[in-house]
């Protein structure tokens, strides 16, 4: 098999000899992928259906889109959270969530 890909190594090591514990990424490697994304409104919790059998990371933001924090971006609301089949947010009253779900190819 040929040994080609993307690696990226840390600070003070060679990519080309560094071991995979001194590497940022490797191509070889599994990663997280983005299974699904999208953006949601209303009063929340809403449930957004990921269906993957287990509990998915995520990444997202609240963004304001009127009032005095219009244009602004936040973190999500702390009860935001996930499960094996949905993930669970609560936008902004006035705006939208912005999410991501990351799906574990590993898994």
């Known amino acids: 098999m040929a040994n080609y890909g993307i690696k990226i190594s840390k600070a003070g090591y060679d990519v080309k000899t560094a071991a995979v514990k001194d590497l940022v990424m490797t191509s070889k490697a599994n990663q997280w992928k983005i299974h699904m994304s999208g953006t949601s409104s209303g009063s929340g919790p809403i449930n ?4 993957l059998g287990y509990t998915p990371a995520y ?11 219009s244009g602004k971006a936040e973190k999500m609301n702390i009860n935001t959270r996930t499960n094996p089949t949905n993930l669970i947010v609560y936008p902004p009253s006035t ?6 779900i990351l ?4 898994a």
Do not use: P
């Open 48 to 51: 957004i259906a990921h269906n």
């Open 59 to 69: 990444l997202g933001a609240n963004y304001h889109t009127s009032g005095a924090d």
């Open 95 to 100: 705006g939208y969530t912005r999410y991501f």
């Open 103 to 106: 799906k574990d190819i590993g």
